[in-house]
C-alpha cells in the first residue's frame, strides 16, 4: 500500500476520532452544567412544546438572528444551508449504492460551494468591515473562516478548474469505511483539501464552531417562561431539606 495512502488514512482516523469523542466530552460537559437561574430570552414560550418549537425555528431559520441583523442573517444563514447541501453532496463518497435523495441533490450540490464560500466572505468582511464586531474578533474568529474558506475555495478548485480521480478517491473513502485500504490519488489540490478538512474536524470540538450543538444546552434557548407557575431547581441543589 502506498505511504500516501497510509499516512491520510491515519490522519482521518485521527481527525474522526477527535471529532467525535472531542463533541461527546463537550456535550457530556454541557450536560452536567447546572443551570441555576430561570433566564429564558422574553418573549418566550410557556410550555416544552413551545420551547421545541423555538429551538427548530433557531436551527432552521435562524430566528433570532434575522431580528437582530438582516446583513448578518443573509450570510451566516446562505453559508449554512449551502454547508448542508455541500454535506449531502458528499455522501456518494461514502456509499455503494448511492441513495437516491444523494443522487438528487448531486446537481443543486455542485453550486451550492459557491453560495458556501459567498456566505463566509460575507461574514469574514463584516469582521473587518463592522466596527464593534472587529474590536471583539480574535484571530482564532478569523482562522476559522480562513480555514473554511480554504476548504471551500479548494473544492471548488476541484470541481470547476483541476478534476481529481473521483472514482479512485470513492474507493479510498469507502476503504476507510470497511477497514481495506486503497491507494489515494496524488492530487496536491485533494491531498490539501483532505488536510483541511482533518484540521477542521480537529479543532471543531475545541473552537466556537461547536456552537451547533451548544444551541440546544443554552439555557436562554432551551428554558420555558414558566416562573409562577414551576420552581426552577437544579438537580444539585436539590438536597436534604431543600424543596
Known amino acids: 500500500m502506498p505511504a500516501l495512502a497510509v499516512a491520510y488514512a491515519v490522519l482521518l482516523y485521527a481527525a474522526a476520532a477527535a471529532l467525535v469523542v472531542g463533541v461527546a466530552l463537550r456535550v457530556r460537559l454541557y450536560l452536567r452544567t447546572p443551570a441555576p437561574l430561570k433566564i429564558p430570552t422574553t418573549p418566550a414560550p410557556t410550555t416544552q412544546r413551545g420551547v421545541a418549537l423555538l ?8 430566528e433570532s438572528l434575522f431580528r437582530s441583523s438582516k446583513w448578518t442573517w443573509i450570510f451566516g444563514w446562505t453559508f449554512h444551508a449551502a454547508l448542508l447541501l455541500v454535506l449531502l453532496r ?6 455503494q449504492p448511492v441513495w437516491q435523495p444523494v443522487v438528487l441533490v448531486q446537481a443543486v450540490g455542485a ?6 464560500v459567498a456566505g463566509l466572505a460575507g461574514l469574514w468582511a463584516r469582521r473587518w468591515l463592522v466596527d464593534r464586531v472587529r474590536y471583539i474578533s480574535t484571530p ?27 472514482v479512485a478517491l470513492k474507493a479510498f473513502t469507502l476503504g ?18 483532505l488536510a483541511l478538512v482533518a484540521l477542521l474536524m480537529a479543532i471543531f470540538p475545541i473552537s466556537k464552531l461547536l456552537h451547533a450543538p451548544g444551541l440546544f444546552f443554552s439555557p436562554t434557548r432551551n428554558q420555558a417562561d414558566n416562573p409562577r407557575e414551576q420552581r426552577h431547581l437544579t438537580p444539585w441543589a436539590a438536597g436534604p431539606g431543600r424543596n
Do not use: C, K, N, W
Open 55 to 62: 429551538l427548530a425555528r433557531e436551527v432552521v431559520f435562524f
Open 90 to 95: 458528499h455522501l456518494r463518497y461514502f456509499q
Open 111 to 116: 453550486y451550492a460551494g459557491i453560495a458556501m
Open 140 to 166: 482564532s474568529d478569523h482562522l476559522h473562516l480562513v480555514l473554511l474558506l480554504a476548504i471551500g475555495l479548494s473544492g471548488l478548485a476541484m470541481r470547476f478548474v483541476r478534476h481529481t480521480d473521483i
Open 176 to 193: 476507510l469505511l470497511r477497514l481495506d485500504l486503497q491507494p489515494l490519488p496524488a492530487d496536491p489540490l485533494l491531498l490539501l483539501h
